[in-house]
């Protein structure tokens, strides 16, 4: 069965702090890891990671993938309020769907 | 609004009864998925179809779950005989399955509660 871990479970920072988020998984014929952004409603998109070593960035969203120790982090810089949010990863195999993690909870105080 | 789309976004219903969720794809996605999720946890993946073909189903979709994709645009998930352990957010989410490209989209939610 596939499995999805995400640590740590929850993390509370202040305003222009740099935080990294973990996510290790076991995927069967693994394909891609995504990182998705949760408010108070749907998961929204960020990143797919489908090769080890190639860091995606978008502002100052960056994620790693290592597909030999089977993990990826997302790293925020410079942390606003607006960071706060469940920050969710979920593996991809041969099968369609997504496995997922339980999420980070982030908590960026002003 | 060319996102997914869902309804009803909340929906509090006795023990016992039926309920039927709706979820819109964006238009051009082939892939239709629906995932429930619980406080606390992330999505749990429940069933998908590719255009109206049902490919693959959890082992958490009991008999009282069933989805449908009539024509391999909308799709709807009913619950029957309801039970308070229903009660969690059901997700829908959609992608285009294009050489690499299959991120999955996800619409708002509909919030079940079993009471």
């Known amino acids: 069965e596939d499995k999805v871990v995400q640590s740590p479970l929850s993390l509370v920072v202040h305003e222009g702090d740099t935080v990294t988020l973990n996510c290790s998984y076991e995927?069967?014929?693994?394909?891609?890891l995504l990182w998705y952004k949760q408010e108070k409603k749907a998961p929204t998109f960020l990143f797919m990671l489908t090769s080890s070593g190639i860091e995606k960035k978008s502002g100052r969203l960056s994620s790693i993938l290592d597909k030999k120790e089977l993990f990826s982090i997302l790293n925020i810089t410079a942390t606003q309020t607006g960071d706060s949010a469940i920050y969710l990863c979920?593996?991809?195999?041969?099968?369609?769907?997504?496995?997922f993690g339980s999420g980070t909870q982030l908590t960026v105080l002003p | 609004d060319t996102g997914v789309s869902q309804d009803p976004r909340h929906k509090i219903t006795k023990r016992g009864q039926n309920v039927t969720f709706r979820c819109d794809p964006i238009s051009e996605h082939n892939r239709l998925y629906w995932y429930r999720q619980t406080l606390g946890q992330g999505p749990e993946f429940l069933t998908y179809?590719?255009?109206?073909?049902?490919?693959?189903k959890s082992r958490l979709l009991s008999d009282r779950f069933s989805a449908e994709r009539p024509k391999g645009s909308f799709s709807t998930l009913e619950i029957q005989r309801t039970e308070q352990g229903d009660s969690a957010m059901y997700l829908c989410?959609?992608?285009?399955?294009?050489?690499?490209?299959?991120?999955?989209?996800f619409g708002p939610g509909t919030r079940l509660t079993v009471t």
């Open positions: 989410a959609s992608s285009l399955e294009s050489g690499l490209s299959y991120e999955q989209y």
């Open positions: 179809f590719q255009n109206e073909a049902q490919l693959e």
């Open positions: 979920a593996g991809r195999g041969s099968a369609r769907q997504l496995t």
């Open positions: 995927v069967t014929n693994f394909r891609s």
